[in-house]
Nanobody, 123 residues
């Protein structure tokens, strides 16, 4: 079981940066055994994939954030991060941290979700 809590969201101007954190409380498995991901959902829109980091550290990014966002993890702190640079107004959304409880790295395998943190980018 894994419970996730995101933090670090806020209001930032276009071109600025923000760093999100997701702290995991884990039982039954180690945090390092989970692939982790970030997703986002803007008002009135579908939740979309942003980035993932797997159990061996491989990272994957949606094209719209590639080169601007970086996912990382600190297993000693049970924490995954999302560094967001060169933010655009279209990045405005609630950002969710998720754990790959299914273990296969597919979108449907992310079965544990945080409550979300709001990111707002002004123009």
């Amino acid at each position: 079981q894994v419970q996730l809590v995101e933090s670090g969201g806020g209001l930032v101007q276009a071109g600025g940066s923000l760093r999100l954190s997701c702290v995991a409380s884990v039982s039954g498995r180690t945090f390092s055994s989970y692939g982790m991901g970030w997703f986002r959902q803007a008002p009135g829109k579908e939740r979309e994939f942003v980035t993932t980091i797997n159990r061996i550290g491989a990272t994957y990014y949606a094209d719209v954030v590639k080169g601007r966002f970086t996912i990382s993890r600190d297993n000693a702190k049970n924490t995954v991060y999302l560094q967001m640079n060169s933010l655009k107004p279209e990045d405005t959304a609630v950002y969710y941290c998720a754990a790959d409880t299914g273990g296969n790295g597919q979108p449907g395998d992310f079965g544990s979700w945080g409550q979300g943190t709001q990111v707002t980018v002004s123009s």
